[in-house]
T-cell receptor, first 112, second 113 residues
């Protein structure tokens, strides 16, 4: 079956530090991969996506590259801000299907 | 543009009571999803609809849970009777088509005492 594994949090960083949140997946076929972000008290928001191998998704300074050979989709940002503090979810959707499989989420805390 | 609207935002009730959660998807979105989020289990898909028809309800925990979508702009998730282990945040999401990115509501935080 499908599964998504994320690094456990919380990840604690100082403002302007470099961020990496690891995500690996198990799936049949060629899934699409997503990163969602959840701010306190809110629902999940789509941050970025990639639909095929070697695609790079990017948004708001965040990037992730679809690596089929390592079944990974790590989230990176060069310089985090306090406003980036949130929970980040990696997810996959198999082609031909409609349902998302989510990781457990990784909390990011950025201090001034 | 209005996003996915859920009500109520918070619900506190005693075990055994009936609970009804409501969702209004984004206009023009044909697919609707109900999720449950807990610390222990993370995000779980309960059920999803396409064009108002339930497509996959394999995630519904048990017969106490039921979901309906009487029209394209409204869905309900009902728990009867409720139990303390149902306490969670319940999210509704919608998308234009089943395999397109989903847009989430702000959730309903449910506490069963």
């Amino acid at each position: 079956g499908n599964s998504v594994t994320q690094m456990e949090g919380p990840v604690t960083l100082s403002e302007e530090a470099f961020l990496t949140i690891n995500c690996t997946y198990t799936a049949t076929g060629y899934p699409s991969l997503f990163w969602y972000v959840q701010y306190p008290g809110e629902g999940l928001q789509l941050l970025l996506k990639a639909t095929k191998a070697d695609d790079k998704g990017s948004n708001k300074g965040f990037e992730a590259t679809y690596r089929k050979e390592t079944t990974s989709f790590h989230l990176e940002k060069g310089s985090v801000q306090v406003s980036d503090s949130a929970v980040y979810f990696c997810a996959l959707m198999n082609s031909g299907y409609s349902t998302l499989t989510f990781g457990k989420g990784t909390m990011l805390l950025v201090s001034p | 543009d209005a996003g996915v609207i859920q009500s109520p935002r918070h619900e506190v009730t005693e075990m055994g009571q009936e609970v009804t959660l409501r969702c209004k998807p984004i206009s023009g979105h044909n697919s609707l999803f109900w999720y449950r989020q807990t610390m222990m289990r993370g995000l779980e898909l309960l059920i999803y609809f396409n064009n108002n028809v339930p497509i996959d309800d394999s995630g519904m925990p048990e017969d106490r849970f039921s979901a309906k979508m009487p029209n394209a702009s409204f869905s309900t998730l009902k728990i009867q009777p409720s139990e303390p282990r149902d306490s969670a945040v319940y999210f509704c999401a919608s998308s234009t088509r089943p395999n397109q990115p989903q847009h989430f509501g702000d959730g309903t935080r449910l506490s069963i005492l």
